[in-house]
Structure formats: C-alpha cells, structure tokens
C-alpha cells in the first residue's frame, strides 16, 4: 500500500495522523535546517520552489514509512534467525542491522540503475542482481543458482504461452484473411 | 565457506570453528521456506530511490548542459529505471542473506564468548568484513 498523492487537498491523504506526521517532520527541518539531498549546494543562491517543497515533505514521509515498514521486516528476519541459533538478540543491535539493512538497500538500488543503463536497458535484470553481489563469491555464486532456478520454473510456461499465442494469432489472422476474400 | 540448511537442526557449530571466518567465507546460505522481505516493499523502496535520482539527474541536466553537448546529441538520455518481477525476488534474497549473515557471524562471536544474548560488541566486531562482502 502506497500512499498516492494527488493534491495537497485530497481529503482521503490528509487525514489528521497524515498531518501530524508532515508538519512535525516540516517543524523538525526547519528546526534543525539539514542539508537534505534537496536542498542542492550546486544551486547557490536560488530560491526553492514552492514544488520543490511539496517534494521535499512527499519525499520526507514517503522515506519514512518505507523505513519503517523495512525496519519491521528486517527485526522479524532477524529474531528468527537468532532464535535459530538459539541465541537472544538485543533490541539496539537488531535495530542497527535495520538500518544498515536499509543503507545497504540504497546502495543496492543504485547498483542496479547504474549496471541496467550501462547494459543500454531501462529494466532491471536478474544479472543485473547477480553481478551487484559480485563481491563475495560463495554470496554470487547462491545467488547464482536462485537466479537459474527462478528462470527454470518460469521459462516453460512463458514459452508455451509465447508460442501458442503466436500461433493462434496467425490462424485467427488467416482465417479472417479467407473469410474476406469469400465475402467479396 | 558455504553451509546450506535444509531443516533447522543446528549443527554447524559443531562443525566450524574460527578459522573459518576468513575472508570470502560465508555462513548462510538457506534456501527453503523462510520469511523473507516483502517483494512489493523492496519495490517500493527501489522506485522510491530510482525517482530520487531521476529528479536529481533532471535538476542536474538543466543546469550543467552544455549548447555544445545539446547540438552534439551526445547527452544521455535520462531514463526512469524499473524492475523485473524476478529481480526483485533476487533482491529480496540478497537483503535477506545480508541480515541473516550479520545475526549469524554475531552469534558466532557472542557464542564464543560463552553468552546468549547478541550484543552490540558482537555485531561491532563482524561489521567491518561484512561491509566488505557485502
């Protein structure tokens, strides 16, 4: 479930939890002017626009909630895991994994863009990931049979499908082509 | 090193001992029925970036292009980035294994101190070779 926004008027957005949330986050910015990616050094001296503002807040609470809901599934990942050693794990120190989970994300994502456009693609491939965990051999080489096996489930299906498709698609063109030559 | 589970019987303690824990070395590897992330979160999270930078690389354009690079055609086109179903499982897995790799290699630590609680010291210790496998 993400959060769409049309408008700042959108009666279904801004419910008063919405609100709260944005005006404390403004009311923190403003308190504590950080240099957010937004806030561009190479633009000088200009102005920010009353837009770019709207960004910055959309942005603000988008990051939020989607650190929040990566921060719950990397503390469920990771209490499972330590109960599987039979071990307890501390609340900071699984809250630190989160957040560097998180970072680690970022940088993923940016590794991804930057392997696809270098490939002239606009989509994100699964060698695409492979080749972002690079790395670590045993990490790509796991990864690397995930990736084959992903690709054995699925290719079969496809391909038949591609292929009867194709084929229907011409016999429904052919036919159509015979039936108009008899009715003229 | 790579230990692959099939069932959840913990016996690679056993088995390894610190020597293991060399550079390149691995400890999980699981590949049966385990939560893992969210594919629509990861996706989330990914489109929410790959906007970030679209808008930053639009901002950057307007300013630094040069007439010269705009006659030229030699400026590249600024292309949204979007994700392949499959990919985005394979992502999921990679943030997967990095969070279970760091509990792991922390209770490697904490249970060769003899204690059963994972803290912070423990992770303190692992994080340098895990940023650098990872």
Known sequence: MLIEYHSPYNAAFWNWRVYFSLYYRIAQQVHRRKPSSCFAMDV???????????????????????RDRFRLSAISIAEAEAKKNGMEIGGPVVACVADLAFKYAENVAK???????????????????????HRNDNLAASLRSLCNE??????QSDRKRKKGSAKKEDKASSSNAVRITTDL | MVVI????SFTFFKIISLEFFAPGSFVTCVMDANN?????????????????????????????????????GTTKKNRLASANANALKLSCELLKSFVSEAVQRAAII?????MDKIEATHLERILPQLLLDF
């Open chain 1, 44 to 66: 000088g001296g200009e102005d920010i626009s009353d837009l770019q503002v709207d960004q910055i807040v959309e942005d603000d609470s988008m990051d939020d909630l989607i």
């Open chain 1, 111 to 133: 590794d991804l863009e930057l392997f696809a456009h270098h490939a002239g693609r606009k989509v994100v491939n699964m060698d695409d990931v492979v080749l972002s965990a």
């Open chain 1, 150 to 155: 992903l690709k054995a489930k699925e290719p």
């Open chain 2, 5 to 8: 589970f099939h069932d959840f």
């Open chain 2, 36 to 72: 893992t992330f969210d594919s629509d979160l990861i996706h989330a999270i990914f489109k929410h970036i790959w906007a970030r930078r679209f808008r930053e690389r639009e901002r950057s354009d307007a300013i630094d292009a040069t007439e010269a690079e705009i006659a030229l």
């Open chain 2, 110 to 114: 904490a249970e060769a101190e003899g």
